[in-house]
């Protein structure tokens, strides 16, 4: 049985205009994070000191006044973030209490090197302890990250499979998963391996009875390709990955296919910098959530 806060985001998901901040950066992408907002690997001395750093980056992100329920629908978080206090209050709880944002939480464990032209998931040790805990924290559901690289069948179909066997588990806890298998954006085969994961994205769908997924995909080579996928049954909603295109790039394509929402990370963070006074950060921040907004109307 639902709760009461999960009908109500729920009802946000559904009835509401706006995007999915991603701010669920981990492990190998941290650094990387932290380069673009300004802060040089030799700021810290360790993965603590690296995690406390995102973290107030993070912290910094969702207190703005730019950043709240009117234009953010969500925010994915990873389960570091969600172990942290925003002002005395655990992360997901800070989200949805004070903001009005519906929170995420990132799953997976990384990728597997490439087989078939894919990156299938690693083995997610300890999923039922994690989604038990996301479940005290308010949290309304998870997401998980697989990648196509080339319009190989039997790749993607092992990793649409991959992605619907651990959404189910997701399911069964009272999480809702978004599945998110990337379509690398430099894929010499982009539009090729498209039409592949439609095809076995689809297959899957219609086997969940009256179960409901949210899917992540790259922005397609063919503007509103994934429309099937935005008005099936059992898709709560389509939300796209900048997937390395720029912010003026991503929101171009974005616009161009209908029902799809942005679901940006790097794209949502370009532009801030910790060397930017609160005023200037505010601006700057400001500016990016309302055009990602504007390209997720369409």
Same mark, same amino acid.
């Given at each position: 049985?639902? #709760?009461?806060?999960?009908?109500?985001? $729920?009802?946000?998901?559904? @009835?509401?205009?706006?995007?999915?901040a991603a701010l669920d950066q981990s492990g190998g992408s941290t650094p990387k994070a932290l380069?673009?907002?300004?802060?040089?690997? #030799? *700021?810290?001395?360790?993965?603590?000191?690296?995690?406390?750093? %995102?973290? *107030?980056?993070?912290?910094?992100?969702?207190?703005?006044?730019?950043?709240?329920?009117?234009?953010?629908?969500?925010?994915?978080?990873?389960?570091? @973030?969600?172990?942290?206090?925003?002002?005395?209050? !655990?992360?997901?709880?800070?989200?949805?209490?004070?903001?009005? =944002?519906?929170?995420?939480?990132?799953?997976?464990?990384?990728?597997?090197?490439?087989?078939?032209?894919?990156?299938?998931?690693? /083995?997610?040790?300890?999923?039922?302890?994690?989604?038990?805990?996301?479940?005290?924290?308010? =949290?309304?559901?998870?997401?998980?990250?697989?990648? %196509?690289?080339?319009?190989?069948?039997?790749?993607?179909? *092992? &990793?649409?499979?991959?992605?619907?066997? %651990?959404?189910?588990?997701?399911? *069964?806890?009272?999480?809702?998963?978004?599945?998110?298998?990337? =379509?690398?954006?430099?894929?010499?085969?982009?539009?090729?391996? +498209?039409?592949? $994961?439609?095809?076995?994205?689809?297959?899957?769908?219609?086997?969940?009875?009256?179960?409901? &997924?949210m899917l992540k995909v790259t922005i397609p080579e063919q503007a509103d390709f994934y429309k +099937?996928? &935005?008005?099936? /049954?059992?898709v709560l909603k389509v939300v796209a990955l900048s997937g390395g295109y720029s912010r003026d790039?991503?929101?171009?394509?974005?616009?161009?296919?209908?029902?799809?929402?942005? !679901?940006?990370?790097?794209? $949502? @963070?370009?532009?801030? !910098?910790?060397?930017?006074?609160?005023?200037?950060?505010?601006?700057?921040?400001?500016?990016?959530?309302? #055009?990602?907004?504007?390209? #997720?109307? @369409?």
């Amino acid at each position: 049985m639902a #709760s009461q806060a999960q009908q109500a985001m $729920l009802d946000k998901i559904l @009835t509401q205009g706006g995007f999915i901040a991603a701010l669920d950066q981990s492990g190998g992408s941290t650094p990387k994070a932290l380069k673009l907002y300004g802060i040089d690997e #030799s *700021a810290y001395a360790n993965d603590d000191e690296m995690y406390g750093l %995102v973290h *107030a980056m993070r912290t910094r992100i969702i207190t703005c006044n730019a950043f709240s329920g009117e234009r953010v629908l969500g925010a994915i978080l990873f389960e570091n @973030t969600l172990d942290r206090d925003i002002e005395g209050l !655990s992360s997901a709880k800070f989200l949805w209490q004070k903001k009005g =944002v519906v929170p995420f939480l990132k799953v997976d464990k990384g990728l597997e090197a490439e087989v078939n032209g894919v990156q299938l998931m690693k /083995p997610i040790a300890g999923l039922d302890a994690l989604l038990a805990k996301a479940n005290t924290q308010d =949290v309304f559901g998870t997401k998980m990250r697989s990648v %196509v690289k080339l319009a190989n069948q039997t790749g993607i179909k *092992a &990793v649409v499979e991959q992605q619907f066997e %651990v959404g189910k588990q997701i399911l *069964a806890a009272g999480l809702v998963p978004i599945i998110e298998p990337e =379509v690398d954006i430099n894929s010499p085969e982009k539009a090729e391996a +498209e039409a592949l $994961l439609k095809q076995e994205i689809l297959a899957e769908l219609n086997k969940l009875g009256d179960l409901k &997924v949210m899917l992540k995909v790259t922005i397609p080579e063919q503007a509103d390709f994934y429309k +099937e996928l &935005v008005d099936h /049954p059992n898709v709560l909603k389509v939300v796209a990955l900048s997937g390395g295109y720029s912010r003026d790039d991503a929101n171009a394509k974005l616009a161009e296919n209908h029902g799809m929402i942005a !679901s940006f990370s790097r794209a $949502l @963070t370009e532009g801030v !910098s910790a060397q930017q006074s609160d005023e200037e950060f505010e601006a700057a921040l400001d500016a990016a959530i309302e #055009s990602i907004y504007q390209a #997720s109307l @369409t």
